[in-house]
């Protein structure tokens, strides 16, 4: 399963709720929504059954503290932490800015050049697309900033745990799903 706390915080918004309002106007300001909200959103995905995989945390070291403390409590860790390393910054505003839409009709995220949606299958429409809101050239440049302070930090204490993998992201998909599977022992899925 993946727990993507992006999806999360979007799901707030777009749901209206009082979180979302908050959450809302950290997007809005282009600021890190605050390590405690972050993982109230994803402790009750934290469960020890099963396997799954964080998108988008920890992104700050004390959100990292907090997850092993939460991991631990459930009698459990994590096994690996991958990085993926891209493009630089002006080469990934340049993509996400350029082409990322999701579709409305199923909210998977598509890139107009690198990850085109499907063609019109036989009364499936995969559309409309939009562009997402946070997908603005000052937002990310924003998110960016916030990311590269907390970056190197987040590294070393993994590194420290022997937690931490990089992968190469700047090579194509199927490249990096395979660095990345071979970093994870090349897992079976549960049925």
Same mark, same amino acid.
């Given at each position: ?71 631990? /409590?459930?009698?459990? =860790?994590?096994?690996? +932490?991958?990085? $993926? !390393?891209?493009?630089?910054?002006? &080469? %990934? @505003? #340049? ?5 990322? /839409?999701?579709?409305? =009709?199923?909210?998977? +995220?598509?890139? $107009? !050049?690198?990850?085109?949606?499907? &063609? %019109? @299958? #036989? ?16 937002? $990310? ?8 302070? #907390? ?26 799903? #395979? ?13």
């Amino acid at each position: 399963m993946r727990v993507s706390t992006g999806d999360l915080v979007r799901d707030q918004i777009e749901a209206g709720t009082e979180l979302g309002q908050e959450l809302k106007g950290y997007s809005d300001r282009g600021e890190p929504v605050p390590d405690e909200k972050i993982m109230d959103l994803i402790r009750v995905h934290l469960q020890p059954t099963g396997a799954w995989v964080l998108d988008g945390v920890p992104r700050t070291v004390k959100q990292a503290r907090a997850l092993d403390r939460e991991l631990e /409590r459930h009698g459990t =860790a994590l096994n690996k +932490v991958i990085v $993926l !390393e891209g493009p630089d910054d002006e &080469e %990934l @505003i #340049e993509r996400v800015v350029g082409g990322r /839409r999701q579709s409305l =009709a199923t909210g998977r +995220v598509y890139h $107009l !050049e690198h990850d085109p949606p499907p &063609e %019109l @299958i #036989e009364g499936q429409a995969p559309g409309p697309f939009v562009q997402r809101e946070d997908d603005t050239e000052e937002a $990310l440049r924003r998110q960016l900033e916030a990311y590269r302070k #907390e970056a190197g930090e987040i590294k070393e204490y993994y590194e420290e745990k022997g937690l931490l993998a990089i992968v190469d992201a700047n090579q194509d998909v199927e490249k990096t799903t #395979e660095d990345i599977l071979e970093v994870l022992g090349h897992p079976q899925p549960h049925p």
